[in-house]
């Protein structure tokens, strides 16, 4: 048997505490209805008695407490909701614990923003990492030392996984059963949920916000010229006398700024705004490219799939049938 431990989190998505014990709860089905034995002994653990979750009408009663766990072979960290610094303060009891579970040989997975309260433990420093797309610049401005995945849905390093937004945790449900069972087992349950099993990118459910949460007035200026003329020509020595720095040092501060040099940042707006377009309107693809400012639809196709993982006709044709 394998003793997965699924951590009972204050302020955590209950409904990923609950998923991910249906998962395993579901492959012990599958296997005795093949006359097999099942697999997985799935357990709460917590560090209270009753646990708040933080969401309304909700409560959850651990199986047992951390103090009297044994060693797991697996360890799932949900994730968190609501404030983080107030959900990372209020699990602290469960960082030394999980640092013990490791070091004595259990796998880790974190769960969407679980992340967090993993890379508050140390153990993904210099390790590969995924989270939310959403909080990714939260997630580097708080761990540095961490090699956050900017789009990943699944990461795994030296026995510690981590998924992508929201839902994605199914996908690393997925990968764990395959890694534990067989890729039969884990397809089967892919169909029983009718869940992607070959998704492995966030890219495509990306928002493009802009990072602003900088402190270089300069640059910020810089990024709202774009964000407003993003259909011009726009050139990097164009953008660097507009806001008064050589061209040198205005790569350099917009690069450290943003994550992004200056050309990448410039094709994410566009970007950004097709995906809008095509959300929102009939409007077919060609129109859609020279609105946003390109004129070569063979460069319009490779930009909008090297940012959203999908064809520009892909998308479209999916946000189409969603507003059919």
Known sequence: MKKVYILALEQAVVQAIAGSQYCFQTVNMFLTQKGA???FEIQLVGAKTKVDPGSPGF???PDLLIENSELADLVIIPPLFGDLDYSIQTNQAFIPWILD???K????ASLCLGAFLLAETGLVDGKKC?????FIQDFKNRYPEVL???GAIITEEAGIYSSGGANSYWNLLLHIVEKYVDRETAILLSKYFAIDIGRNDQSAFTIFNGQIEHPDEEIRKAQLIIEKRYPEKLTVEELA???SLGRRSFERRFKKATNNTVLEYIHRV???????KFESSGKNINEVMWEIGYTDPKAFRVAFKKVTGTSPKSYKEKYNKARA
């Open 59 to 61: 409560s959850i009663q």
């Open 37 to 39: 034995n099942p697999l």
């Open 130 to 134: 995924s989270t939310h797309w959403g």
């Open 101 to 103: 579970q490791q070091q």
């Open 270 to 276: 566009k970007i950004e705004a097709a995906k809008k």
């Open 148 to 150: 956050i995945q900017d």
């Open 241 to 243: 006398q507009e806001v």
């Open 105 to 108: 040989g259990a796998e880790i």
